[in-house]
């Protein structure tokens, strides 16, 4: 799952994104957290595990952390606990992530939470109005 928040969102815009992630869970969409700093518990992003393909044993997890935090190892934190919080659900034993080729620090997040990069997708999604490769990155249950 792509965020569905704008880059340069509004105000208002950033509050429905909120509100949007507060219901995920009950919705049965999954479930979305937020990223904190452990000294100050001020929001620096969010984490989330998508369930739309549960049903097949498959789950989805994004992230995003605002630009002022990047490059603290916010992300691989928050990857790394999601995951482990996503073997927990019933019948989950894959959990995968999508990745724009150029977003190299996305992909180093990816590779140090331990997912395995497992190959590109051509024009797989569509953001900010344009077709974009992704790859796909995988996590499988521990045996």
Same mark, same amino acid.
């Given at each position: 799952?792509?965020?569905?928040?704008?880059?340069?969102?509004?105000?208002?815009?950033?509050?429905?994104?909120?509100?949007?992630?507060?219901?995920?869970?009950?919705?049965?969409?999954? &479930?979305? &957290?937020?990223?904190?700093?452990?000294?100050?518990?001020?929001?620096?992003?969010?984490?989330?595990?998508?369930?739309?393909?549960?049903?097949?044993?498959?789950?989805?997890?994004? #992230?995003?952390?605002?630009?002022?935090?990047?490059?603290?190892? #916010?992300?691989?934190?928050?990857?790394?606990? @999601?995951?482990? &919080?996503?073997?927990?659900?019933?019948?989950?034993?894959?959990?995968?992530? #999508?990745?724009?080729?150029?977003?190299?620090?996305?992909?180093?997040?990816?590779?140090?939470?331990?997912?395995?990069? %497992?190959?590109?997708?051509?024009? #797989?999604? %569509?953001?900010?109005?344009?077709?974009?490769?992704?790859? @796909?990155?995988?996590?499988?249950?521990?045996?």
């Amino acid at each position: 799952m792509v965020s569905t928040i704008p880059a340069r969102a509004t105000e208002a815009q950033a509050r429905d994104w909120i509100h949007r992630n507060q219901r995920r869970r009950e919705d049965g969409v999954g &479930f979305s &957290f937020a990223i904190a700093e452990a000294a100050t518990d001020r929001a620096v992003g969010q984490v989330g595990l998508w369930l739309a393909e549960l049903p097949a044993g498959r789950a989805s997890a994004g #992230y995003l952390v605002a630009p002022a935090s990047r490059g603290r190892g #916010y992300a691989r934190s928050a990857l790394l606990t @999601v995951t482990t &919080f996503a073997w927990t659900v019933p019948g989950l034993h894959r959990v995968q992530l #999508y990745v724009e080729p150029s977003n190299e620090a996305s992909v180093r997040t990816a590779r140090g939470a331990g997912y395995e990069p %497992e190959g590109l997708l051509r024009s #797989y999604l %569509e953001i900010g109005g344009r077709r974009r490769d992704m790859l @796909v990155f995988g996590a499988v249950r521990p045996a």
